[in-house]
């Protein structure tokens, strides 16, 4: 697996250890998300918008409106996604923190069109809920005009990960500290007014599963 980019943008300056170079550290990230926020210069200020993504082995994809002003094709972009895995509390408020894991993408944003953007919302929606796209209509013309698709390369990219108990592990005080860990999980699915079908299988199989 090739190791991440070292650009002036991507060189971890302050936490160093808390750094990642391969690019398998990147996927994982990517994988176990499906909220990132994208950061443009929109009208000469910046910009950050929570939105869902999807990727493949070489781009993210983000998705929206045609009206959005941050879905603008040939913007410099940074795309963002956090996982938080609970709080660091420490002997000193000073030393307290978050185990988190990150990644930070750079690059300039391509609007998709035709059968590559069909394959982008599918690669987006199937990140999201896995066997939806079969399950549900695909977008028609309409639909799909109205949608923008950016797609921004896996080429410059940064990842930390922060995991552990707090490293004050010698101050004086003596008081409780440890991690307070933080757990995510699908709960039972809520079935939308006036549908009588049962919930399908690839939507029951994720209850209770961590993401």
Request: hydrophobic share 40%; with cysteine; proline share 7%.
């Amino acid at each position: 697996m090739s190791d991440l980019s070292g650009t002036a943008r991507t060189r971890h300056r302050r936490l160093r250890e808390q750094g990642r170079h391969d690019r398998e550290a990147l996927f994982e990230v990517l994988r176990e998300g499906f909220v990132c926020h994208l950061g443009v210069i929109v009208d000469g200020a910046p910009m950050v918008v929570p939105t869902v993504y999807g990727f493949d082995a070489d781009h993210v994809y983000v998705h929206g409106s045609v009206a959005s002003r941050s879905l603008a094709e040939g913007a410099e972009a940074c795309v963002t996604i956090t996982h938080v895995d609970g709080l660091v509390l420490a002997r000193s408020v000073f030393e307290h923190g978050v185990n988190y894991r990150s990644a930070m993408i750079y690059g300039v944003a391509r609007a998709l069109e035709g059968t590559e953007k069909l394959e982008a919302l599918r690669c987006l929606t199937e990140h999201i809920a896995p066997g939806q796209w079969e399950h549900a209509r695909r977008p028609n013309r309409k639909e799909l005009a109205a949608t923008t698709i950016l797609a921004v390369p896996l080429e410059e990219a940064s990842v930390k990960v922060r995991q552990g108990p707090p490293g004050d592990a010698d101050d004086p005080h003596d008081v409780w500290a440890g991690v307070l860990p933080m757990a995510h999980s699908w709960a039972p699915p809520v079935t939308a007014p006036l549908v009588t079908h049962p919930v399908p299988g690839h939507v029951r199989r994720r209850i209770g599963k961590p993401f």
